[in-house]
């Protein structure tokens, strides 16, 4: 089992950043895909991106060129850095793998106008 565990959220305005993180731990060989949901109120979850062990990288396309996500697989922590900030990126924000399968707690993401 994976054990996930996030930071970093918070209130920002907009135009400002934030980076997220996420810690897995727990009894496991190795994790495979890495990524990060949202969920605005009255919304669906949505993908914002995910990244493989090798690095290869996808994004949702309202948060192209603005949110970057990285990892270390040394530490299993993946990132997220979110950059030029809008009101709708407003959300509770999931850490997430793929396999082994595990969501985070989440954590809250507010940016004010």
């Known amino acids: 089992q994976v054990q996930l565990v996030e930071s970093g959220g918070g209130l920002v305005q907009a135009g400002g950043s934030l980076r997220l993180s996420c810690a897995a731990s727990?009894?496991?060989?190795?994790?495979?895909?890495m990524g990060w949901y949202r969920q605005a109120p009255g919304k669906q979850r949505e993908l914002v991106a995910h990244i493989t062990p090798g690095g290869t990288t996808t994004y949702a396309d309202s948060v192209k060129g603005r949110f970057t996500i990285s990892r270390d697989n040394t530490k299993n922590t993946v990132y997220l850095q979110m950059n030029s900030l809008k009101p709708e990126d407003t959300a509770v924000y999931y850490c997430?793998?793929?396999?082994?399968?595990?969501w985070g707690q989440g954590t809250q993401v507010i940016v004010s106008t």
């Open positions: 727990g009894r496991f060989f190795s994790i495979d895909t």
């Open positions: 997430k793998t793929w396999i082994p399968n595990s």
